[in-house]
């Protein structure tokens, strides 16, 4: 992906939405994100377990 791309002119142009929007300060947005955060609470994850796979302990178990 090029540095001028239409995904990367995307990304900008709504970052400066955004940064517009809250009269470009960042702990506005910040709060702002809180109250969203606050509002979708069963939605939140507070903390992700990764977990190995069977597949990929089963390999390590075949390569050595």
Known sequence: M???SPIVEEVRKRR???SER?????RAY?????EVQ???QSRV??????V???RVENEGKTRR
């Open 45 to 50: 994850v507070d903390q992700i377990t990764v």
């Open 2 to 4: 090029s540095a001028d």
């Open 38 to 40: 606050a509002n979708y």
């Open 16 to 18: 400066c939405e955004l």
């Open 22 to 26: 809250f009269g470009h300060d960042l």
């Open 30 to 34: 910040y709060e702002h994100l809180r």
């Open 52 to 54: 190995r796979s069977r």
